[in-house]
């Protein structure tokens, strides 16, 4: 069936690093691939997404590229913030499908 | 309303005993979903409507579990005879037709069963 899979965490970083949470899925056909972060006390929100191979998605200076040939899907962000601190999933549908398949999070905390 | 609205946001109940949990979807979002998450981990699936009917139920994990959507708007989630295993948060999505647009999910329905 499809799946999808983080890295773990947590993932501790200083203000201003680079962020990379990678993500991988397996899946038949062409898939839309999501990135949903959860803040701490929220409800999960859409961060960005890709809907077909080499499209990228970007948002509040984080950024993924849908690579078909890897069936990746890495989040990055060049500068993180205070802010970022959350719990990041990687998610896909299927193209004849409306359910979301999500991986099982990575948390990022990032210090001052 | 403007967001997608659960109630209650925290409920205790008793094993063996009935609840129900409520969603209140975006006006105008024809899709609903319900989805589980257990500490730690990522959101399940459980259930999605399209109006009032039950388009895909292939993650309802037993027939303990129902759910409801009588008039295409708010969707309640039923289980009955509950048991630990089944506190999580249970969450709930809504999106227009087009899913492409990506889901606006509620803040959950924290259950916990003692």
């Known amino acids: 069936g499809d799946s999808v899979t983080q890295m773990e965490g947590p993932v501790t970083l200083s203000e201003e690093a680079f962020l990379t949470i990678n993500c991988t899925y397996t899946?038949?056909?062409?898939?839309?691939l999501f990135w949903y972060v959860q803040y701490p006390g929220e409800g999960l929100q859409l961060l960005l997404k890709a809907t077909k191979a080499d499209d990228k998605g970007s948002n509040k200076g984080f950024e993924a590229t849908y690579r078909k040939e890897t069936t990746s899907f890495h989040l990055e962000k060049g500068s993180v913030q205070v802010s970022d601190s959350a719990v990041y999933f990687c998610a896909l549908r299927k193209a004849a499908g409306n359910k979301l398949t999500f991986g099982g999070g990575t948390r990022v905390l990032v210090k001052p | 309303g403007a967001g997608v609205s659960q109630t209650p946001s925290n409920k205790v109940t008793e094993k063996g005993k009935y609840v129900e949990l409520r969603c209140d979807p975006i006006?105008?979002?024809?899709?609903l979903y319900w989805y589980r998450q257990s500490l730690g981990q990522g959101p399940e699936f459980l259930i999605y409507?399209?109006?009032?009917?039950?388009?895909?139920d292939s993650g309802l994990p037993n027939d303990r579990f129902f759910a409801v959507r009588p008039e295409g708007s708010v969707s309640t989630l039923k289980i009955q005879r509950t048991e630990r295993g089944d506190s999580a948060v249970y969450l709930c999505?809504?999106?227009?037709?087009?899913?492409?647009?990506?889901?606006?999910f509620g803040s959950g329905t924290r259950l916990t069963v003692v």
């Open positions: 409507f399209q109006g009032t009917g039950a388009a895909d």
């Open positions: 899946a038949t056909g062409y898939p839309s």
């Open positions: 006006s105008g979002h024809t899709a």
């Open positions: 999505a809504s999106s227009p037709l087009e899913a492409d647009y990506g889901y606006t």
